[in-house]
């Protein structure tokens, strides 16, 4: 087919035509599917079930150092669970900390915290700054950019490429506005794009030279070994940030919730050992320790990072043929049409979509209306707000295959019948 | 034996000199036990070993509604551990939230929060006053009391009766000062004194006059069917809260943390409806939602408040004489003597020792050289300052029936040495 950008009025009212009747077929089955968030499918939760029979009744439920799982204590962790996980995450057993099941909570508690208290190293609580910011690399994870929002942080967009975000324009004001506090990154396989810092980016957010003395860069490395492709290295941002004198500006997070079970895994936090040992003195105010049963339980079930990659593979051999059928579908509905353009990534849970310029948003209401369930258009960047209405995210880990290629159907209608309006009216 | 005080210097010096060879016969042994915590004993871990069988990969892991609790989801919980948890705390299902495993943690989760955003009806972040300040009945628990001092926020002592905190004081100081945005609670069975607060104390508290519209009363029901010797009942709050027009005044706290397992619990909040959905809504900002396969677990084990009693009362079985061997030491070796006195409570996990004026600390010290921890004097009390050098936290549930019998020969003899030193010294 032509691209919508070379059709006359006259065609691209034809198409509209036809697509609307398309469009009104899919609305017809009144379906119910979900492609909104990175929730893992059934086939992968299966994948974990025989860590529900790790421990029972006649298990030692002691740790390492004949710590009593069962009872309180141990702030940081059981020691095999610090050292698998920092393992996994490429820093030093005294580098990490287990920090519950949900690393998004403990993301914002570490900022929240800081509001209040500061980290380490800072002059003042950060709430009594005139004012904080945070850099946002967009298209990013709007869980990240509510935790600022609620807190009150401004955010500043950074334009993301497929090396990472704009380091140029990080390294200005970086080193030029001391209220810029942090930034959030997700190093690998990115939420959404998919994409894996270069060594360079990571080199230069090493060497980053802020006019905050108290300046941090909040690392999710939440895809650590979610491939679904190939494998992309990423650079270790724990030995970079330690070459560069700045160990202190790093944090970073991860958790086992798209290894196991998501809700139910265990979080944690990485970073170097005088932030940690300042951490575990602040969580002394207000926790006692969390869930050693639970670190036991992955323990004995991941046992090793070979362990967890295996584990890795399974996930990836399931969602590979879900990343496939989307890919396919954009792929042979929407070559060349000027109807949006895609990103293959190689690893993580999304395949982002650009929509052409002012598009996203309809697109999605559609779908929506076909009964297609996608997230929101502008949850990619800070306050809700993509400025050219083009990012969406599709999340194709949890509906069955069927239900995945019968979503991309009405997901490929909506975008063509948009564009062609689109186009129509320009 | 005669009273200290009624005993001559001589008498007094053979007393000293008796009581430190005594000591240091103590000392010789080169003991190692530890009465600081309350910290359920191993004979009480094994209550729950059962639960440990609960759940296996054979299991149905999907709660009521059909909610698969090894997935994302549910941010307040799943509906059977909502009632049984709002059964246990005496209110409705949509008055709760489960809130992970530890309770300490979403207290000053719930502080934090408000410090930085306000609760419900705030006219600004609590931040944003001139101050903050809270009322601290004394004696009372140290991690309350570290969550206030980490956040820079002033505390007021309080001193409790056998009823409960000095009301005529509580409603002076709430109503004039708009500034005092919270107070700390334990009701029932409290941190340290094992008091249950009056039908009266409770009545008072729910129909406080605020100066401070965004006031709140932080009950932390921690040992709600928590009994040693008996059962004392326990004025339903949030029905007092209601009928005083105060519904939104009140947070309560608790967890199954004493009931299951210490740091693998459920942790839940109670309150009114509008503050559950306003704390929904906050929470969403930053949470995804809190372990399910541990909720579904501790229904499936506890299965009803009947079933959380029946729980409590072999737990209370194996306290009993623990607690017993405590009250009768101090009944054997202190009565009449002038060297302390001590409370008798009727459940929760702590004996109250007054030392004579200034002789807390110096038992503390002397216990510590004899190789037996115990809470630190003044913990009991905001900023670790016990303005009377007087209270002491015995902690029994730990350490096994024969240990407890030694460490408790070793604090009375230090009880005694301290006290005749005291008196000597007058």
């Known amino acids: 087919m032509k691209p919508y950008n070379t059709m006359s009025k006259e065609e691209l009212t034809k198409e509209k035509e036809a697509l609307t009747s398309e469009f009104n077929a899919h609305k017809a089955k009144g379906l119910k599917l979900n492609m909104a968030r990175g929730k893992p499918g059934d086939d992968q ?6 860590m529900m029979d790790i421990l029972n009744s006649k298990s030692n439920l002691y740790s390492e150092g004949n710590i009593d799982c069962r009872n309180y204590g141990e702030l940081t962790g059981i020691p095999e669970a610090k050292r698998l996980f920092a393992d996994y995450m490429g820093v030093a057993i005294d580098e990490i900390m287990i920090v519950g099941s949900t690393s998004l909570t403990f993301m914002y508690d570490c900022i929240a915290r800081a509001m209040l208290t500061g980290v380490l190293g800072s002059e003042r609580p950060w709430v009594k700054e005139e004012k ?9 994870y709007d869980r990240h950019f509510a935790i600022c929002q609620f807190l009150g942080i401004e955010m500043i967009n950074i334009p993301t490429s497929s090396t990472g975000p704009d380091m140029d324009m990080i390294e200005n004001l970086v080193s030029s506005d001391p ?8 190093p690998k396989f990115s939420n959404p794009l998919g994409i894996t810092y270069s060594d360079n980016t990571i080199k230069r957010l090493a060497s980053l030279k802020p006019a905050a003395k108290d300046f941090r860069v909040f690392s999710d490395n939440a895809y650590a070994m979610h491939i679904v492709y190939k494998d992309v290295p990423l650079l270790s941002m724990m030995d970079a940030f330690k070459e560069s004198g700045n160990a202190n500006m ?3 997070f991860g958790s086992t919730n798209k290894v196991t079970f998501p809700g139910a895994g265990i979080a944690f936090m990485a970073a170097a050992k005088e932030n940690i040992a300042f951490k575990e003195k602040q969580l002394s105010m207000h926790a006692i320790g969390y869930d050693k049963l639970n670190m036991l339980r992955h323990v004995r079930f991941l046992k ?5 990659k295996a584990q890795m593979q399974k996930h990836a051999d399931l969602l590979r043929p879900k990343f496939d059928a989307v890919i396919n579908k954009l792929e042979a ?3 060349g049409l000027g109807a949006g353009t895609w990103v293959k990534p190689d690893g993580g849970y999304f395949i982002t979509f650009m929509a052409e310029k002012g598009c996203a948003k309809k697109i999605i209401a559609l779908c929506k209306d076909a009964g297609v369930s996608m997230t929101n258009a502008g949850a990619t960047h800070p306050y809700g707000n993509d400025p050219d209405d ?4 599709i999340a194709p880990s949890f509906p069955s295959l069927e239900e995945l290629k019968t979503a991309m159907e ?6 063509k019948l948009v564009s062609a309006e689109h186009y129509l009216s320009c």
């Open 250 to 252: 790093l944090y970073l």
């Open 390 to 393: 083009s990012f969406i995210r």
């Open 179 to 186: 209220l810029i506090k942090g930034i959030w990154v997700v």
């Open 410 to 415: 009405v997901f490929c209608t909506s975008a």
């Open 132 to 140: 904080v910011k945070f850099l946002c690399p967009v298209p990013g």
């Open 45 to 50: 939760l299966a994948l974990s079930m025989p």
């Open 333 to 335: 509905e929407l070559t």
């Open 304 to 308: 090793d990072v070979p362990g967890i």
